[in-house]
């Protein structure tokens, strides 16, 4: 508001440009005014800003705790991929196998990709034609043809009528049944031999070779994610 007439024709000039200067009533006490007013304003926004990223931060926790096992388990399937679990089951029975063994060494052997390795391993067990010729003839079998290794139902017959085998070898040793499935039974046989000699038994740690070694604890490890992870889908509960 401007001063009343009378007030500003009572006073010089120069009394009242004093007065304006310092009186708290004028242009500091605007000033305190008007700061005040935006530092509410700002406490208000930033209160404001606060509840909602309080919010977020609640609904991102429930959100964790309704889907986070869900996803979880989503993102360890996607690493441990699971296929032809009719044949799996079907084989498991028929040869008295943990079906997650099989799913493991399939995982371990082609991640269910089948291939032909350079070695002339194929299908999803990767088995030597040499290998197949054999089993053929322990089971019984009168032919054997190169090409059915390719088929998932024969390929996994004969992958499981081997760790059968080797498992009966090793008294059930799952552990060195792996290992003669990566390094050969000749190769196991006389690791577990020298083993015995001093007295002991051979841990995956003693195994001499370095790609087998690797190749049991990820089978073993395999083995365990497939129970936890593909319990329904392999007939375990």
């Not at 009966?168 to 020298?194: F, I, K, S, T």
Request: glycine share 12%; net charge positive; aromatic share 8%.
């Amino acid at each position: 508001m401007s001063a009343a007439p009378s007030l500003s024709t009572s006073r010089p000039a120069s009394s009242r440009a004093s007065s304006r200067a310092g009186s708290p009533n004028t242009y500091r006490g605007g000033g305190r005014l008007r700061g005040r007013g935006v530092g509410r304003g700002g406490r208000r926004g930033g209160l404001r800003g606060t509840g909602v990223l309080l919010l977020v931060v609640v609904a991102v926790g429930l959100l964790a705790i309704v889907v986070g096992p869900s996803l979880d388990q989503a993102v360890r399937r996607l690493a441990l991929p699971l296929g032809d679990t009719g044949v799996i089951r079907e084989q498991a029975a028929a040869k008295h196998l943990d079906p997650a063994l099989i799913a493991a060494v399939i995982y371990a052997e082609t991640k269910f990709d089948p291939r032909t390795s350079p070695a002339g391993a194929e299908g999803l067990m990767q088995i030597e034609p040499a290998t197949a010729e054999f089993l053929a003839k322990l089971s019984g079998g009168y032919r054997f043809t190169r090409s059915d290794l390719g088929t998932p139902a024969i390929n996994v017959a004969y992958g499981s009528y081997y760790l059968r085998y080797l498992l009966d070898h090793y008294d059930g040793d799952e552990m060195l049944a792996v290992a003669a499935y990566n390094a050969g039974l000749a190769n196991v046989d006389r690791w577990v031999a020298h083993a015995g000699a001093e007295g002991r038994s051979l841990t995956v740690g003693e195994i001499p070779f370095g790609q087998t070694r690797a190749y049991v604890q990820r089978v073993l490890q395999a083995q365990h994610e497939y129970r936890v992870l593909y319990a329904r889908q392999l007939g375990l509960r």
